[in-house]
């Protein structure tokens, strides 16, 4: 299965929700249901029963705090949970990358820079939503998840030495969630375990 197969999945009812509309929600929902395959492999061994269960529950935390946040009513409120899954989504990699030993390694590869294409698109959108330029996450942190520069020109996002800007162009009408970045890299052949 591929991103556009599994889309075509996707209920009307969810898929006509404005928060549909969010790249990143999109791409943590399609994590989740990847991830149900990953974690119904970790559960045959013993050692990983455990880390299966951490594991769907950060997956499933991802696009549950972006649906969340979503419906706040402030910027500052949104950013609050846009961290959570931000956290969320760090921790399913960091268990990914544990369980690499039965997924194998492409599988935990994909998975771990799917993860990482979620948390850059989370990166751009927390310090938009909270309205501050200080306030922002700090440009080291964007640029270890490997958002180059290049990438931010491209997108159109300005520059400060301390924080991650604003992003000026391409935001969603109702809330100003960016979702221009694009992951279709890891969305055409997904490896199984």
Excluded: C
């Amino acid at each position: 299965m591929n991103f556009e197969e599994w889309l075509k999945t996707v209920p009307e009812v969810i898929r006509g929700d404005t928060l549909w509309k969010m790249e990143a929600y999109r791409l943590a929902v399609f994590a989740g249901d990847v991830a149900w395959v990953d974690v119904t492999k970790l559960m045959t061994d013993r050692r990983t029963i455990s880390l299966s269960d951490q594991l769907y529950r950060a997956i499933g935390s991802i696009s549950a705090n972006l649906a969340e946040g979503y419906s706040r009513g402030t910027g500052r409120d949104r950013a609050r949970f846009y961290e959570y899954a931000l956290g969320s989504g760090r921790e399913a990699r960091d268990w990914y990358y544990k369980a690499r030993h039965v997924l194998g390694e492409p599988v935990a590869q994909h998975r771990l820079e799917f993860l990482t294409q979620i948390i850059r698109l989370l990166l751009k959108t927390v310090p938009d939503q909270r309205g501050s330029k200080r306030e922002g996450m700090k440009r080291e942190d964007v640029m270890r998840e490997g958002v180059k520069r290049e990438d931010m020109k491209r997108e159109g996002v300005k520059r400060d030495p301390e924080t991650v800007p604003e992003q000026s162009t391409n935001k969603v009408a109702e809330t100003g969630v960016p979702y221009n970045v694009h992951a279709t890299n890891y969305l055409e052949n997904i490896p199984m375990p």
